[in-house]
């Protein structure tokens, strides 16, 4: 059973477009949701993260939007660069305090290419 | 320099041949976990820690096991790996009330013949 579906599988942007990576989850459990960012030979590294009462949050050119009611959140990649182009997974977790808490869940990851 | 070391970082082993990883991480974190990555379907968590000698379940824990005896270290136990576990795994750490901002480890790729 798959409680975090991330799509595209892959993503092609040229210099300067938008990227956009969606994620859906079905565990109404699941309270903090961030996105990895990982490089070939590397581990995954946190790139910006959301709690459910929140429906929008921005870093520099990231920003990761959350639609609660649908169950369902995407990170937006503006003005996307070359060293952008890398796995990206979005994740769903269980805090602390919760039951099952430490608990989480990953996308498959979307493999994205920004063409120069 | 605050970092998740795992070892080794490659590994050739034969079916059945007990083998360790190791994991330590110097961030005096309470929360630790394994996931493996196999391609097409993303990190898959195996087991987790939310702290020194309580570990549960992720959501593919058979064939492995872990014990957590001290904060700094996770070491994942495959008592007799098989090749169904050839995989990229990665540790991961941090506080027990962030657990969903995880420090990762640079990865150990184990190939089991």
């Known amino acids: 059973q798959q409680q975090v579906k991330q799509s595209p599988q892959s993503l092609i942007v040229q210099k300067g477009g938008i990227s956009i990576i969606n994620c859906a989850y079905e565990?109404?459990?699941?309270?903090?949701f961030p996105w990895y960012q990982q490089f070939p030979g590397k581990g995954p590294a946190l790139l910006i993260a959301?709690?459910?009462?929140?429906s929008e949050k921005k870093e520099g050119r990231f920003t990761i939007s959350f639609n609660k009611s649908a169950k369902q959140f995407s990170l937006h990649i503006m003005d996307s660069q070359p060293g952008d182009s890398a796995t990206y997974f979005c994740?769903?977790?269980?805090?602390?305090?919760?039951?099952?808490?430490?608990?989480?869940?990953f996308g498959d990851g979307t493999t994205l290419t920004v063409k120069p | 320099e605050a970092q998740v070391t795992q070892n080794p970082r490659y590994l050739i082993t034969v079916t059945g041949k007990k083998l360790t990883v190791t994991c330590s991480q110097n961030?005096?974190?309470?929360?630790m976990s394994w996931y493996r990555q196999d391609p097409g379907l993303g990190l898959r968590q195996i087991y987790y820690?939310?702290?020194?000698?309580?570990?549960d379940k992720g959501d593919v824990p058979e064939g492995y096991k872990v014990s957590r005896k001290e904060k700094r270290n996770f070491p994942l136990i495959l008592e007799s790996p098989s090749p169904n576990q050839t995989s990229l795994y990665f540790c991961?750490?941090?506080?027990?009330?962030?657990?969903?901002?995880?420090?990762f480890g640079p990865g150990t790729r184990l190939t089991v013949t």
């Open positions: 991961a750490s941090s506080f027990r009330r962030e657990t969903g901002e995880q420090y």
């Open positions: 565990n109404t459990a699941f309270d903090y």
């Open positions: 959301i709690r459910p009462d929140v």
């Open positions: 994740a769903a977790s269980i805090t602390w305090g919760r039951t099952n808490a430490g608990k989480s869940t």
């Open positions: 961030m005096n974190h309470e929360y």
């Open positions: 820690s939310m702290n020194v000698e309580v570990t």
